[in-house]
């Protein structure tokens, strides 16, 4: 939205005006904009952005720019796009914590429905035609849960979001806490939405209503409990880790590895979720106290050769896998490799570079076994590696 009298940086008013290329939004105040709808007995749209935002450019480049979204919005609303960031007042009114949010509000200012995020103008379309006819996202998202099931917990972690958006932080907790503790039991392939985005999302939660952080501890401290009485498997473990980052507690994880007994067993899995922390803090000999380098890299290695014999996945996919999987290979080996050099293995070492270079001979893979010779400060080693 271009206010008249305002000085706009060259490179800014350029993307506003480009955004704005189709005529869909008009350059009106808010509450200017009210009583326009008022006066047409139309609806007030409002797309809330930030210069930085990706997803709100993927807007302007593609659904703002289809010609029946433009049709359609000029017909039933009176348009407006609002940077959140010079209009503060207005996005705090409106909860507004993400972007793009897209609102859709009454003559009077009384909000109809919300979409959070990018959506294509296929999908756009059908949610806002859904508002239209009173079917908002929260309604929209429990049509989901029937839809594919109470069981499914991608339907309820998507119910959930739209609960918190709605600001019904308590029934949007109850749903988060059911995909976390009931979802994977439903479906297996729910185990990395739920490690990751899920305990982002009850983090976010958590710093507008602590009762959810609250939950995160209580689940968090039941599986150190665990862990430090030996009845932890390894899904418990790695909830753990996960609990502690997503709560911003990573030295809760170097702190349980400390109070453990000194055994590999029950180091060992705990050792190969930390190995970043250890290797920061050259912490090798407790890198080297779970599993032996060769079997960390035998694992590896069978795990990339099983991709490969892989049948039905897509050949783009498939190869980015394998991308992904070898670069996890060289960076586990690396790891590995300057614990051996940091303890004084020097021979190992050396024997350990060959098999990371034998599997990748690139140039970057071997700057970067250079770097972790001369930082684990083996300087026969890393002659070796010079020669």
Request: hydrophobic residues 40%; aromatic residues 8%; charged residues 30%.
């Amino acid at each position: 939205m271009i206010k008249r009298g305002a000085f706009y940086p060259l490179g800014l008013l350029a993307a506003v005006l480009s955004a704005n290329a189709s005529g869909l939004f008009h350059e009106l105040n808010f509450e200017a904009a009210c009583q326009k709808a008022a006066q047409a007995k139309k609806l007030v749209f409002i797309d809330f952005y930030t210069t930085w935002c990706g997803p709100c450019k993927m807007l302007d480049q593609t659904t703002w720019k289809d010609p029946s979204v433009i049709r359609l919005l000029q017909e039933k609303t009176v348009p407006l796009k609002i940077d959140a960031e010079k209009e503060v007042a207005l996005a705090k009114k409106y909860r507004v914590e993400a972007y793009p949010t897209l609102l859709l509000l009454g003559a009077d200012g009384s909000e109809r429905d919300r979409i959070v995020g990018y959506r294509d103008a296929k999908k756009f379309t059908e949610e806002f035609t859904a508002a239209l006819e009173g079917k908002n996202a929260e309604a929209r998202a429990r049509e989901g849960v029937t839809k594919e099931g109470e069981k499914n917990p991608m339907a309820r972690l998507k119910l959930a979001r739209e609960l918190e958006n709605q600001g019904k932080f308590a029934q949007a907790l109850e749903e988060y806490l059911w995909c976390f503790d009931e979802g994977l039991k439903y479906d297996r392939a729910f185990t990395g939405v739920r490690l990751s985005f899920l305990l982002s999302d009850l983090a976010r939660l958590g710093q507008k209503h602590p009762p959810a952080k609250e939950a995160m501890e209580s689940r968090r401290s039941a599986r150190e409990q665990k862990a430090l009485a030996g009845t932890a498997d390894r899904d418990a473990v790695n909830e753990l880790v996960s609990l502690n980052k997503a709560l911003g507690l990573p030295e809760k994880n170097l702190e349980l590895l400390d109070r453990l007994p000194k055994d590999p067993l029950r180091r060992a899995f705990l050792v190969t979720l930390v190995l970043d922390q250890l290797l920061e803090k050259k912490r090798y000999e407790d890198i080297l106290s779970g599993f032996k380098p060769d079997e960390v890299l035998d694992r590896e290695l069978g795990a990339l050769e099983r991709l490969n014999k892989r049948a039905g996945t897509p050949q783009a996919m498939s190869e980015q896998i394998q991308r992904i999987q070898r670069r996890r290979l060289v960076t586990t080996g690396t790891t590995y490799f300057e614990a051996l050099a940091g303890t004084g293995k020097t021979d190992e070492a050396k024997a350990f570079a060959q098999r990371i270079l034998k599997f990748d001979s690139t140039p970057e893979t071997k700057e970067r076994l250079l770097g972790s010779a001369a930082r684990a400060g083996n300087a026969e080693v890393k002659a070796h590696l010079q020669k």
